[in-house]
Every structure is written in C-alpha cells, then in structure tokens.
C-alpha cells in the first residue's frame, strides 16, 4: 500500500474500517472465527462473474487482530444513499440489485459452504449471529432449545412438528452461493446502479430464497439494521416498493412453490436460534413471543407486497 493518501476511519457492528481513495482496510473485533479468510474466500469464487464486488488484495492476522484489505468501490452505501434519492432512482438502484443477486445465485459454490464461526456455532460454541438460516439445521435448534431451563415444552413440541411438516417443501433445492446479510449497509451504489456487494463472511450455499429472509426483514424492520450499534435505520415506510421491484428484477427468486411458507420456515429458523442461543433473557422471551406468532400464521412478512 502506499505511504500516502487520505483514509477516513468508519465504525461497523464488528469491524473498524478504513476508507481510502483507492483501497478500504479493516480490522475485525475478531468475534467470527476466520470470517475474514471465508470472504476472502468466497471473493475468490466470484472472479471473473458478472457479481459487481470488491476485489481482494490481501487478509491476515496482526497483534491488533484480524485484517483484510480490499479495492475501494465507487459510491457509497445504500444505506447513505437512499434517503437523498428520488422514486426512480431508488428503483433503478434495486433493479441493480436483482442483476447482482441472479449473477451471485449462478456462481458455482462448492457443497457445503459454511462459515467457520457458523461451524462452530453449530458445534456447541457460542453464537456470534444468529442467521442466515440454514434448513438442515433447524431441527438442531429445536433440540436446543430444549435444553434451556424453563424452556416452554409445549411450544417446542408443537415447533418440531411444524418443521417436520415443512421439511419436504426443501428436498429437491439445489444450493446455490448465497450473501446470507444483504441489507442496506452490504450494497455499495453510485449513480443509480450497484457497484459491488460486501462483507461476504455470511456467505454459504443454501437455497436462493434464502437470501430474501434478511432483505424482506430489513424492508419491514428497517430500524434493527443501522450501520453501527448506536445509529439509525431506514425509514421503513421508504422500503415498501423494494420486495415489488426486486421481483420485476429478479422474479425467479420469488416464483418457488410454497414460497410464503418456506419464507416462515427461514424465520422459524432465526428465531429459534435466538430463543436457544442468545445470552440475553429479555431477546430470548421475545423470541419465544414471535415464534408462538409464527405457529399461528403471523410474522413480520404481513404487509409486504411483492
């Protein structure tokens, strides 16, 4: 890197980033084992794809932590962006996005594709995040949920058998290379067009619907996705056209069979690992809470229109 040049300091929910004329650096808490390994990684498998990203330049381990090195991108977040633009803009901006989703999904993953601190999640270490879904896991979480004290056993029992009925909707999914974390601070605009997808530590193969759990959570409850812990999300009242032209961009994504019921499946997923794994009681309670309401056919995804 050179010796010279101008680099604004940024925060993030895990890493502190650097932003340079020509280059972004980052340092990870290091909370997510090898997270920066895995996109390095994954930014490998998307050379020479259509994927608009940040090309990787380097990534390793230093006495103040995990780092990773890579292009600058030009623009700036959705996130920034997307107050100041106007109707057609942010329509454009979308359609964008669903060019780039439909390139990613076609990009070769190798089977099984997993981050490593997701791995060890699943091994019995503590949990880091809590999505994206992973379907061949979801009953795993029902087991442990079980074993919390003073788990609800009658929400579990009738949870395990709402799963199991549900299984057979993923049996011929084919798994493709999926983002796991797409929302407004992991898309980088400019001029009404996406210029890249970041932060790819999330990134797994699943089924392509999958990537829609985080977007549809982000377009109805914008305020839990701002850029750093102590900001502020979108206005979500800004976002209620986003799932309508994601579809006109991108409507192989939404035209799976049972897609609101798989879409109910990945939401049972993510609050099941939150009432099994979250340290603090008051997020588990309220896990508890959703998924009662998704037992009966309610959730977030009520108002959305695609």
């Not at 601190?117 to 442990?144: I, K, N, R, Y």
């Not at 982000?218 to 206005?235: I, Q, V, Y």
Request: aromatic letters at 8%; hydrophobic letters at 40%.
């Amino acid at each position: 890197m050179p010796a010279t040049g101008r680099f604004v300091p940024k925060a993030g929910w895990v890493s502190r980033v650097w932003v340079g004329d020509e280059y972004v650096v980052r340092l990870s808490s290091g909370k997510y084992r090898d997270a920066y390994r895995h996109e390095a990684l994954v930014v490998e498998l998307l050379a020479g794809s259509e994927v608009p990203h940040a090309r990787h330049l380097a990534h390793g381990d230093g006495p103040d932590g995990p780092w990773y090195i890579s292009e600058r991108l030009p623009g700036r977040s959705l996130h920034e962006a997307w107050p100041a633009a106007d109707s057609d803009t942010r329509q454009a901006i979308i359609e964008s996005l669903g060019a780039a989703l439909r390139a990613l999904h076609r990009v070769p993953v190798p089977a099984g594709l997993l981050p490593p601190w997701l791995a060890d999640a699943f091994a019995g270490e503590p949990w880091p995040a809590f999505h994206p879904p992973v379907v061949s896991e979801t009953l795993q979480q029902v087991e442990a949920a079980r074993r919390l004290p003073g788990h609800d056993t009658r929400l579990l029992t009738d949870v395990a058998d709402w799963v199991q009925e549900r299984l057979a909707l993923f049996a011929s999914d084919e798994p493709v290379l999926v983002h796991g974390d797409l929302h407004g601070s992991n898309v980088i605009v400019d001029e009404g067009r996406v210029t890249g997808l970041v932060d790819f530590a999330e990134a797994l193969a699943q089924p392509a619907d999958v990537e829609l759990d985080t977007i549809l959570r982000w377009c109805a409850k914008a305020g839990e996705f701002p850029p750093t812990p102590d900001g502020r999300g979108l206005d979500e009242s800004t976002l209620r056209q986003v799932p309508g032209w994601l579809h006109g961009a991108y409507p192989e994504l939404f035209e799976r069979e049972n897609l609101r019921e798989r879409l109910n499946f990945y939401d049972m997923y993510v609050e099941l690992a939150l009432y099994a794994h979250h340290p603090e009681p008051d997020i588990r309670e309220a896990a508890q809470h959703r998924i009662a309401r998704l037992l009966s056919g309610h959730n977030h995804l009520e108002g959305l229109v695609w």
